[in-house]
């Protein structure tokens, strides 16, 4: 697939997601987005040829061996589209709350573009989150209206087992830690939009780009915190100001009383 059925998809006026172009580089990262859509799913991506090999895993993936993901295959996706965290408008493909819930890189374990045409994909990953031995096995399914997209994704047995796994209890954004919900409820993440380039997919790369992107996402996070804070420090002086005016009219009162009553004329006894 190439980005020419990603971008017929999509109008770039509408939606925050990158356009994207199929980059040079040959860089090896992965990324993982949770994506609250028409129904909640995982969205597996391999930067690979310059773009993002994708597959849209409903539960999510595993580090169980048991759990073998249904994963299908979809559109491939620009590089760009790595660290894209925040909200799909209604009205656009995919609409909904989008959340990188891991990164890192990969590396093949044998010739990867052979692999992946013969539908036994094997491969390692060293993200936040997800390591060790995977597989990628193409479903060569007979049944009607089979588009030929269907994929397991299953974790080979190795030291990064987690058995049982529970993806629940692995939550929240490996850029930023926040929830599809709190992505929602920031209204600033709306505008938001990726500029940055490709990497080579080492390891100090990674840690670069990671960088980068949680220093971008907690500029966000303070630019709000730092107007309630300027709200709230002058609506105390207000308030200040406010106590000491009624305090120094009662003062001057309380003074003002005190003379009329020393000075009034004394009234004489009659007997």
Do not use: C
């Not at 093949?108 to 060790?132: N, V």
């Amino acid at each position: 697939m190439a980005l020419e059925e990603y971008k017929r998809k999509r109008d770039f006026k509408q939606t925050p997601e990158p356009a994207g172009k199929v980059e040079r580089g040959k860089g090896h990262r992965f990324v993982v987005q949770k994506h609250r859509a028409t129904r909640l799913h995982y969205d597996f991506r391999l930067e690979m040829d310059g773009v993002l090999k994708s597959w849209a895993v409903p539960k999510g993936p595993s580090l169980d061996p048991a759990d073998k993901r249904l994963a299908m295959q979809v559109e491939d996706h620009p590089v760009s589209y790595f660290d894209f965290e925040g909200i799909i408008p209604a009205g656009n493909y995919g609409a909904g709350t989008v959340m990188v819930w891991d990164v890192g890189t990969w590396e093949p374990e044998g010739d990867a573009h052979a692999m992946l045409a013969k539908g036994d994909f094997k491969f390692r990953l060293d993200g936040e989150k997800l390591k060790g031995s995977f597989a990628l096995i193409h479903i060569h399914s007979r049944r009607s209206g089979n588009k030929g997209t269907e994929w397991l994704l299953i974790k080979h047995r190795d030291a990064y087992v987690e058995e049982p796994y529970d993806i629940d209890g692995h939550d929240g954004s490996a850029l930023t830690g926040r929830t599809l919900d709190q992505i929602a409820d920031d209204a600033g993440v709306r505008e938001w939009k990726s500029s940055r380039p490709a990497a080579t997919g080492s390891r100090s790369a990674k840690n670069d780009w990671l960088a980068e992107s949680i220093a971008k996402a907690d500029a966000a996070k303070r630019k709000p915190a730092s107007a309630a804070k300027k709200t709230l420090i002058k609506s105390l002086a207000t308030k200040k100001t406010a106590t000491a005016k009624a305090s120094s009219a009662k003062k001057t009162s309380s003074t003002a009383s005190a003379v009329k009553k020393k000075s009034a004329p004394k009234k004489r006894l009659s007997l």
